[in-house]
């Protein structure tokens, strides 16, 4: 049962299933945000038509089709076609594209991403949601090459479509949401200088950096290989920009405390990556407080907002704490699970900022032991407990933090980068450093 705008996401994923012919109701839209008499008359409209499809036998599924829609590989020629004009028109009109001009994969390209992975061509890393297309090493290769990628590149992006595929991130979740969310990358570790991967100064802008191709080599997986495609599959009500490219490094050398990875069990040795469904950053400033208590006062009160999906479900909002901000409030003795404890402590939105329609259908219905019936003046808080809260140094000199809240129904997953042997990707095993 669905509402008008999801037709044909709803449609994709009975073919992709093998059921094209799944039955549907369909409902006026919009659902969210129309009062529940209304809601429940479209319902009761619809009751028949309801009972009806339940009551229908369903077809086999089409074994066939779903192994043919997954694993078509598409191969075009086109005689003396110049690579920035015919090529470019021929990508957009295939849906291969992003909106910017892309590499032309050809076969030496895609050979050459491939001898970079040290796996064969046709290794399956995983099955991308939604479209559950199968991304082989060539299907990745193929991808960062078109975002403009380098063979040294390939070992993260590899693991980067094992952290995504792995089911607790829900991709499908994050491909089709209405939510401003894209998978944010964040590497750990000494392999991310040495492909050279933006940790300070603007790490989320431009520059000669990898963060960019990289970022935007997931981005052409999860349309090309995902069908993560806007208005068709990605339903964003605005998106946001991080779905060109939202990559960045861990500025550990500046951190005063141990790394993401090194939280999360990883050797100092081992790079990671880690990937989180992330909206956009937004800026914490203070040039003024000296001490860790107004610092922490400070970001409490930016992270302190009732328009995000943090508040209603459990989720893990991202601190990127600059390393001037982070060198204070270390210096007053906070350790990162005593910033973490702060925010859950402090960063809470009075009940009553809340509309009485999310108040009964959101923080009542799905935290009622926290929140229901409880007085107008009870803190909601921007986590569901301190543990969830993620904190990281970024960025280079100056005043600000930055605060991201995420999505519902999903988690980080970290993964080392790892060789077919299963030992790690060391910078030495890179010959020359590695340009943007």
């Given at each position: 049962?669905?509402?008008?705008?999801?037709?044909?996401?709803?449609?994709?994923?009975?073919r992709?299933?093998?059921?094209?012919?799944?039955?549907?109701?369909?409902?006026?839209?919009?659902?969210?945000?129309?009062?529940?008499?209304?809601v429940?008359?479209?319902?009761?409209?619809?009751?028949?038509?309801?009972?009806a499809?339940?009551?229908?036998?369903?077809?086999?599924?089409?074994?066939a089709?779903?192994?043919?829609?997954?694993?078509?590989?598409?191969?075009i020629?086109?005689?003396?076609?110049?690579?920035?004009?015919?090529l470019?028109?021929e990508?957009?009109?295939?849906?291969?594209?992003?909106?910017?001009?892309?590499?032309?994969?050809?076969?030496?390209r895609?050979?050459?991403m491939?001898?970079?992975?040290g796996?064969?061509?046709?290794?399956?890393?995983?099955?991308?949601a939604?479209?559950?297309g199968?991304?082989?090493?060539?299907?990745?290769?193929?991808?960062?090459?078109?975002?403009?990628?380098?063979?040294?590149h390939?070992p993260?992006?590899?693991?980067?479509v094992?952290?995504?595929?792995?089911?607790?991130?829900?991709l499908?979740?994050?491909?089709?949401?209405?939510?401003?969310?894209?998978?944010?990358?964040?590497?750990?570790?000494?392999?991310?200088?040495?492909?050279?991967?933006?940790?300070?100064?603007?790490?989320?802008?431009?520059?000669?950096?990898?963060?960019?191709?990289?970022?935007?080599?997931?981005r052409?997986i999860?349309?090309?290989?995902?069908?993560?495609?806007?208005?068709?599959?990605?339903?964003?009500?605005?998106?946001?920009?991080?779905?060109?490219?939202?990559?960045?490094?861990?500025?550990e050398?500046?951190?005063?405390w141990?790394?993401?990875?090194?939280?999360?069990?990883?050797?100092?040795?081992v790079s990671?990556v880690?990937?989180?469904?992330?909206?956009?950053p937004?800026?914490?400033?203070?040039?003024?407080s000296?001490?860790?208590?107004?610092?922490?006062?400070?970001?409490?009160?930016t992270?302190?907002?009732?328009?995000q999906?943090?508040?209603?479900?459990?989720g893990?909002?991202?601190?990127?704490?600059?390393?001037?901000?982070?060198?204070?409030?270390?210096?007053?003795?906070?350790?990162?699970?005593?910033?973490?404890?702060?925010?859950?402590?402090?960063?809470?939105?009075?009940?009553?900022?809340?509309?009485?329609?999310?108040?009964?259908?959101?923080?009542?219905?799905?935290?009622?032991?926290?929140?229901?019936?409880?007085?107008?003046?009870?803190?909601?808080?921007?986590?569901?407990?301190?543990?969830?809260?993620?904190?990281?140094?970024?960025?280079?000199?100056?005043?600000?933090?930055?605060?991201?809240?995420?999505?519902?129904?999903?988690?980080?997953?970290t993964?080392?980068?790892?060789?077919?042997?299963?030992?790690?990707?060391l910078?030495?095993?890179?010959?020359?450093?590695?340009?943007?």
């Amino acid at each position: 049962m669905i509402s008008t705008p999801f037709v044909g996401l709803a449609r994709n994923q009975a073919r992709v299933l093998g059921l094209p012919s799944l039955p549907t109701v369909v409902l006026d839209h919009p659902i969210a945000g129309v009062a529940i008499d209304k809601v429940l008359a479209r319902v009761d409209a619809a009751l028949d038509e309801i009972i009806a499809k339940l009551t229908t036998a369903l077809p086999a599924p089409d074994i066939a089709a779903v192994a043919s829609n997954r694993l078509r590989c598409e191969r075009i020629e086109l005689a003396q076609a110049d690579e920035w004009s015919d090529l470019q028109i021929e990508f957009a009109a295939r849906g291969w594209s992003d909106g910017l001009p892309l590499v032309p994969p050809t076969e030496a390209r895609v050979s050459a991403m491939v001898g970079g992975s040290g796996l064969r061509a046709d290794l399956v890393i995983g099955e991308v949601a939604p479209k559950m297309g199968v991304a082989t090493v060539e299907c990745i290769a193929i991808n960062a090459v078109m975002a403009g990628c380098q063979p040294e590149h390939m070992p993260l992006l590899v693991t980067v479509v094992q952290a995504m595929t792995d089911p607790i991130f829900n991709l499908k979740t994050i491909q089709a949401t209405t939510h401003p969310v894209a998978p944010l990358l964040i590497v750990g570790g000494p392999l991310a200088q040495r492909l050279n991967i933006n940790c300070g100064s603007g790490l989320f802008g431009p520059g000669p950096w990898s963060n960019g191709v990289i970022g935007r080599a997931i981005r052409l997986i999860l349309l090309n290989i995902g069908g993560g495609h806007p208005g068709e599959i990605d339903k964003a009500t605005m998106g946001q920009p991080g779905k060109f490219s939202y990559c960045i490094a861990e500025n550990e050398a500046a951190s005063p405390w141990p790394s993401l990875r090194a939280e999360r069990g990883f050797a100092a040795e081992v790079s990671t990556v880690t990937m989180l469904d992330a909206e956009a950053p937004h800026n914490i400033n203070d040039h003024e407080s000296t001490t860790a208590g107004g610092l922490l006062t400070t970001i409490a009160g930016t992270m302190a907002q009732n328009g995000q999906n943090n508040v209603y479900y459990a989720g893990e909002p991202l601190l990127l704490l600059s390393p001037e901000h982070a060198a204070t409030i270390a210096g007053d003795g906070f350790s990162k699970d005593d910033v973490k404890r702060s925010i859950y402590e402090d960063a809470r939105i009075p009940m009553s900022r809340f509309s009485r329609e999310n108040i009964e259908r959101r923080l009542w219905r799905f935290l009622p032991k926290r929140y229901l019936n409880r007085p107008p003046h009870t803190g909601v808080t921007v986590a569901q407990c301190w543990k969830d809260i993620m904190v990281i140094v970024a960025g280079g000199p100056g005043k600000h933090s930055m605060a991201v809240p995420t999505c519902a129904g999903s988690r980080s997953v970290t993964k080392p980068i790892l060789k077919p042997d299963g030992s790690p990707w060391l910078p030495s095993d890179f010959q020359e450093p590695v340009s943007g």
